[in-house]
């Protein structure tokens, strides 16, 4: 064993509220992490999705329910928090899409698998989706 190898320090059992909150994430593990998680967040939000499908196509009522449901609210939820779940599964897709296809271009290209065409490759999947999340939120909120 180096002396390298040495004076790293050893996790066996990692703590999740002791070990996580100071262990530093490369951006990459981060993307990736936040791929898993807008996976999750897209089946989570599948029953919404559905249904904005279904009352969008029925009927002309039934797209006017639909567009309601935004500004006035559905039921017990208010406007703002269908728009605010609508953005939510906005992001998850861009992220995830754009996620993926950067996995995609590494297991394509085993050239690409180096730590900084990781870092760059994060950095711009972080960028485009957040960035097209915020252009697509500000139409969905109104801003033009």
């Known amino acids: 064993m180096t002396e390298l190898a040495k004076q790293r320090p050893?996790?066996?059992?990692?703590?999740a509220f002791r070990d996580l909150p100071s262990y530093r994430w490369?951006?990459?593990a981060l993307v990736s992490g936040m791929h898993r998680i807008s996976g999750m967040i897209m089946f989570l939000l599948l029953p919404l999705v559905?249904?904005?499908?279904?009352?969008?196509?029925?009927?002309?009522?039934s797209f006017g329910k639909f567009t309601s449901a935004f500004?006035?609210?559905?039921?017990?939820?208010?406007?703002?928090?269908i728009k605010l779940l609508t953005l939510g599964l906005i992001w998850g897709y861009?992220?995830?899409?754009?996620?993926?296809?950067?996995?995609l271009l590494m297991d394509?290209?085993?050239?690409?698998?180096?730590?900084?065409?990781?870092?760059?490759?994060?950095?711009?999947?972080?960028?485009?989706s957040f960035g097209l999340t915020a252009i697509l939120g500000a139409k969905l909120f109104g801003l033009y």
């Open 10 to 15: 050893e996790y066996r059992n990692i703590h």
């Open 26 to 28: 490369p951006l990459a």
């Open 50 to 61: 559905i249904w904005m499908f279904d009352t969008s196509v029925s009927s002309e009522i």
């Open 71 to 81: 500004s006035s609210g559905l039921g017990f939820a208010p406007g703002w928090l």
């Open 94 to 103: 861009l992220h995830h899409f754009i996620a993926g296809l950067r996995h």
């Open 108 to 128: 394509m290209n085993h050239a690409a698998v180096t730590k900084e065409f990781g870092k760059s490759s994060a950095a711009v999947t972080l960028v485009a």
